[in-house]
């Protein structure tokens, strides 16, 4: 639990949550949460950052932010942590946020140096733009390649006409030099498609970073947004990559998706282990969740490699807002989503390709195999459940939804040795299904497929 209860008092409202975890080893692990929460009667929205010892995750201390306005309207954190920048120690931890105030609104940048790994507040702060205007969503993003190890910040943001205004421009800049310095000037990625002015919102962005050059000599940077086409009142992915983004503030552009399907809430993360971006979004033409990779060169940039088509095995979606990042164990990604209730309650759910639900409800540490097999799988309207037993026991064998809807198999003792249980699933409807085969401290779990 991040947090529990009202963080202020009963009538704040929490907005955005962002987290960063850092460390190499287990005395140095961090882990800092961002709120971003709005108070209904005095009409503030302010960011509140903590630090937790990553291990034990006791509250460490609060990071003080204070800000020129009483309104933020979005904000987040980002960290060098893997490929730490030249001067960090040990590694910089970065904040931007967009404020409003009575004249218009601003992007705040700040940065430590030393991580905010002990008592103290940001150490530089620079201000990436202002305007008359309304700034809305920001992103942030840490680049780094072989021949710019000192590193740079990456923002991204939309500007409105108005907080009323459903889309607008989306712009980027990024720290001239090293992790801490003053940000280029500003570039409007509206200029690179003709006709799309004033049309984008929800802006992502990833970086490349990492310890080897792109075929550039430099580094890749990408943002997606969710692009508005009048004509045909429905939202398209679009991208905008640089392959010389230390240097450089031209951008190329691409489609994501489908052209003919409503696309949006895009997502999108760099994988430093194989070089490549990972990205997912809401096709809510199909109601699907589809994962795509692109080595960071981005040849060919509008045709990306589909690993899932959708990772959502329920279509009860109707703003998903997925996430996709890296996990660092098996150097790929996972997905997070909202999906839909009967209840009108949202379900925050998980999938990855290397990720399967064990119905255990607690943190498998103490667990021990057992051997079982289950076979045919794929399955149609009979499946065997083969599992050997060290010593007689009752056994509970259940089949689980992806989203967590349980099927009780079986419930009862059996004798030592090899066991051979077959399950009628002939009433089951077609699709993936997870299973378990638990016994006091003992577990076996995997996945099984049911065709019709």
């Not at 198999?409 to 997870?434: E, F, H, M, R, T």
Request: with cysteine; charged share 15%.
């Amino acid at each position: 639990v991040f947090f529990e209860g009202h963080l202020f008092s009963e009538h704040t409202l929490y907005t955005k949550l962002a987290v960063v975890t850092c460390g190499n080893t287990l005395e140095m692990l961090k882990h800092f949460r961002m709120v971003l929460w709005y108070d209904s009667i005095s009409h503030k929205s302010l960011p509140a950052l903590s630090r937790f010892n990553g291990v034990t995750n006791e509250f460490e201390s609060t990071i003080s932010i204070s800000t020129d306005s009483w309104y933020i309207n979005d904000a987040t954190i980002a960290s060098d942590n893997l490929f730490p920048a030249t001067g960090s120690d040990p590694w910089s931890l970065s904040l931007v946020y967009s404020q409003q105030d009575n004249i218009g609104g601003s992007i705040i940048f700040r940065a430590s140096s030393y991580g905010c790994t002990w008592l103290g507040d940001f150490d530089s702060e620079f201000t990436v733009a202002s305007s008359i205007k309304y700034f809305g969503k920001v992103d942030l993003s840490y680049g780094r390649s072989l021949s710019f190890p000192e590193g740079r910040y990456f923002v991204t943001w939309e500007e409105k006409d108005s907080a009323a205004a459903p889309y607008g421009h989306i712009y980027t800049a990024h720290t001239t030099t090293g992790f801490s310095s003053p940000f280029t000037t500003p570039v409007r990625l509206d200029d690179f498609i003709p006709g799309s002015n004033n049309l984008f919102s929800n802006p992502r962005i990833a970086c490349q970073a990492s310890a080897v050059d792109n075929d550039s000599a430099n580094l890749t940077e990408v943002i997606l947004a969710d692009k508005f086409d009048p004509i045909t009142q429905k939202y398209q992915v679009v991208g905008f990559y640089n392959l010389n983004a230390a240097t450089s503030s031209n951008f190329r552009s691409f489609i994501i998706g489908d052209p003919l399907h409503n696309n949006k809430q895009s997502d999108i993360c760099f994988n430093p282990y194989d070089s490549t971006f990972m990205v997912t979004y809401f096709d809510s033409t199909d109601k699907k969740l589809p994962y795509l990779i692109k080595n960071f060169n981005l040849e060919d940039p509008g045709n990306w490699q589909v690993i899932n088509p959708g990772f959502n095995n329920n279509a009860s979606i109707s703003s998903p807002n997925p996430q996709i990042n890296i996990c660092y164990d098996q150097h790929q990604g996972g997905i997070v989503w909202s999906k839909d209730n009967s209840n009108n309650n949202g379900v925050a759910l998980f999938d990855a390709p290397f990720h399967y639900y064990s119905g255990i409800n607690d943190n498998g540490k103490n667990l021990n195999p057992i051997d079982c097999n289950v076979f045919p799988n794929p399955a149609n309207d009979h499946a065997t459940f083969e599992f050997t037993l060290k010593q007689s026991r009752q056994v509970e064998i259940s089949l689980y939804t992806l989203d967590g809807r349980c099927e009780n198999i079986s419930n009862k003792y059996y004798a030592a040795g090899k066991q051979s249980l077959p399950v009628d699933i002939s009433n089951l409807p077609a699709g993936i299904y997870c299973y378990s085969v638990k016994s006091n401290n003992c577990l076996s779990s995997g996945k099984i497929t049911i065709v019709r």
